[in-house]
């Protein structure tokens, strides 16, 4: 009798180790957050602070200019995994580089650790720009930023700023503004009559990224970019009352989607 119960025993104690090593649960691994930071440079000069009204920059035309202000709006981060699945951020974030704000963002949405294609929106597509309701915040953003009806309605994509050298060798000033192009029977000072509008949004693909734990993107702007490839921009012409103008906002969007932005440093 004792040695049933001996080996019962024993069965059974085998039986519990075995148990435990076949149902181990394998932990999955924690969802992250990856960190962007936008910076700012002139054909790879770093633009900082103390270069906004003091550092003179020689555009493609042969123009010298000064920048003062220089805000832009990136929306819909999205990671694309290697078997198809995209996670879209679905957030956006309005960057004042003068100022330092929002230089630092992080995408409300987590992912599992591995290899991404990354990419964001500069501006808002049109299903963004014609959001219900609108985004209150960015109504009151930098004396607001939303687009007025008759242009379209919407909001702006950026507002770069500052003065330049003439022909004539007569300071000026010039707002270079991007918005959703929309295209009018006649343009100011006439009243005009909007026709339609067509979206100068556009993606920028950072390419494949491994998303660690600790993972920060930097997106770098080279704002040279803006006055030269594919269009060399003349500011003698083209300095002001850029929004209601159809062809200029889509010769920005060519100027922009080419190679305006690009990857920086990815740290982990």
Request: aromatic share 12%.
């Amino acid at each position: 009798m004792k040695k049933i119960v001996l080996l019962v025993f024993a069965a059974t104690v085998l039986f519990a180790c075995s148990n435990d090593d076949n149902t181990q649960a394998v932990a999955e691994a924690d969802p992250v957050t990856v960190d962007f930071t936008f910076t700012q440079n002139w054909d790879g000069a770093e633009i900082t602070n103390a270069d906004y009204q003091n550092t003179t920059y020689i555009n493609a035309n042969n123009t010298h200019l000064e920048l003062s202000k220089l805000v832009y709006l990136i929306s819909d981060v999205t990671f694309t995994a290697q078997d198809g699945t995209v996670y879209d951020a679905g957030d956006y974030n309005l960057i004042d580089a003068r100022n330092g704000t929002n230089i630092n963002f992080t995408p409300g949405i987590e992912i599992l650790e591995g290899d991404y294609n990354v990419s964001f929106t500069f501006g808002f597509d049109d299903e963004d720009n014609d959001k219900a309701g609108g985004y209150p915040d960015l109504n009151s953003s930098d004396g607001s930023w939303s687009v007025p009806m008759p242009l379209g309605g919407g909001y702006h994509y950026m507002r770069m700023e500052g003065t330049f050298m003439n022909e004539i060798a007569q300071t000026e000033t010039f707002q270079y503004h991007t918005i959703r192009a929309n295209k009018h029977t006649t343009l100011p000072p006439g009243p005009g009559t909007l026709e339609f509008t067509q979206d100068t949004s556009f993606v920028v693909d950072l390419g494949t990224i491994t998303v660690g734990n600790t993972t920060s993107i930097e997106v770098q702007m080279n704002v040279a970019e803006w006055f030269k490839n594919p269009n060399t921009w003349d500011l003698d012409i083209n300095n002001s009352v850029m929004m209601p103008n159809f062809e200029l906002q889509l010769d920005m969007n060519e100027n922009g989607s080419n190679s305006v932005f690009s990857l920086g440093t990815v740290s982990q």
